[in-house]
C-alpha cells in the first residue's frame, strides 16, 4: 500500500512540475476552449443579415461604366441599352 501512495505522489509531482513549465501553453489552450464553447453557443444565423430581394432579376451591364445592376433597378433606354444611375445615363448624353 504505501508503494502505490508513493508511485502517487511522484506522479502528481511530475504532473505539477509539468503544468509549471507548461503554463503558458495550457492557459491559452483553456482560452481556445472557452472560445469555442461561447461560439457553439451563439447562434451564428441569428447574427448574420440575409440579402434582400429588392433587387433580384436578371443583371444587366451598364452601357456607360460597365457595372452590374439588376434589371428592376436599372434604367432602361430602348430595349437593349441599360444604365445604372441617372448619373451615368447624363455623362453617356454629354459624351454623344
Do not use: H
Not at 14 to 19: I, V, Y
Not at 50 to 71: D, H, Q, R, Y
Amino acid at each position: 500500500m504505501r508503494e502505490a501512495i508513493f508511485i502517487l505522489l511522484v506522479i502528481a509531482v511530475l504532473l505539477a512540475f509539468t503544468a509549471i513549465r507548461y503554463r503558458k501553453q495550457i492557459s491559452a489552450v483553456v482560452q481556445f476552449w472557452k472560445m469555442l464553447d461561447q461560439a457553439r453557443k451563439t447562434n451564428p444565423r441569428s447574427e448574420i443579415d440575409e440579402p434582400s430581394n429588392s433587387g433580384s432579376g436578371p443583371l444587366v451591364n451598364c452601357a456607360k461604366c460597365g457595372t452590374w445592376v439588376p434589371e428592376s433597378n436599372a434604367i432602361r433606354l430602348g430595349t437593349r441599352v441599360f444604365y445604372c444611375s441617372s448619373a451615368c445615363m447624363e455623362k453617356a448624353a454629354k459624351v454623344a
